[in-house]
């Protein structure tokens, strides 16, 4: 009996993509293991690293790369998984959806797309970055990699002084010596006393200036209509008529403590990064 056996050495055929190898491409690319073929309008019109390579001169006499199967343009270095993400972006299935949509695939498409170039597509996906809930370790690591700026990048800083807990090993370990060391400077500061709220009691004007001039001190003006007296033994945060806020029945969720304008400044100055004023 006969056994037929495949030399070790022998080359393995690539895969066609699935979905990104359009019979009527024009331009073959091989990333890894994978054929796509593409469109070459589609990367020359966006990206001025895919213009300038699909217009070198190609020598007479031999065949352009990326013209076929048999000749592709080599892609080295490139995730297949990574280009596949970009390519959601240049060729969507359903106008107006978007099939990326984590942490992972937005990085992979801003990836591609600072490497060569695409602005819309950069600017797209930090956009949609900035949308997901990522800590802020996270965000200081995308904003160096990526060079990301302004309010995102800051409040990332910004949120990293100001939490109860100190840096981690890992977390030192990840944002650097430097990084380490202006982020435990700042918490000091921030800790030894740093104002982080305007302390002050709005009062209208005009009712103000009057009191003073009848020698009686004003007394604070209240956006509420004028409320009961509280109860014997009511806690003196509790409103009449509603529960306590010391009830231990009652679980309130409390909102999220915003970073005052001069921790940001602080920061802004100490990391170098760009949008010190909070707007929001």
């Not at 390579?53 to 006499?61: H, K, M, R, S, T």
């Not at 200036?209 to 009686?216: I, W």
């Amino acid at each position: 009996m006969s056994v037929s056996t495949i030399p070790i050495d022998a080359p393995l055929l690539p895969l066609y993509h699935e979905e990104f190898y359009f019979n009527d491409g024009n331009l073959t690319l091989l990333v890894e293991d994978t054929l796509f073929r593409v469109f070459r309008s589609s990367f020359t019109r966006h990206s001025p690293i895919w213009r300038e390579l699909l217009e070198l001169p190609q020598p007479v006499g031999v065949p352009m790369e990326g013209s076929g199967d048999e000749h592709p343009l080599v892609l080295f270095g490139i995730s297949r998984v990574d280009f596949e993400r970009l390519l959601w972006i240049i060729y969507p299935a359903d106008f107006g959806v978007c099939r990326a949509h984590t942490q992972d695939e937005w990085t992979s498409i801003l990836h591609l797309s600072t490497r060569w170039e695409f602005s819309d597509i950069r600017a797209l996906a930090i956009h949609e970055l900035q949308k997901l809930a990522i800590n802020p370790i996270d965000k200081i690591t995308l904003s160096r990699r990526f060079d990301i700026s302004g309010r995102w990048t800051l409040a990332a800083y910004a949120a990293l002084c100001q939490r109860p807990d100190a840096l981690t090993l890992e977390e030192a370990a990840c944002l650097g010596l430097e990084t380490m060391v202006r982020v435990a400077q700042l918490r000091e500061q921030i800790d030894r006393g740093t104002p982080l709220r305007p302390k002050h009691h709005y009062q209208n004007p005009t009712s103000a200036a009057g009191s003073r001039r009848s020698g009686v001190d004003p007394a604070p003006l209240s956006s509420h209509p004028s409320r009961k007296p509280r109860e014997a033994g009511q806690p003196v945060n509790a409103r009449p008529g509603k529960p306590s806020l010391t009830d231990p029945k009652r679980n309130i969720r409390r909102p999220a403590t915003k970073i005052a304008p001069d921790v940001y400044r602080m920061v802004a100055e100490a990391f170098g990064v760009d949008g010190a004023e909070q707007t929001a």
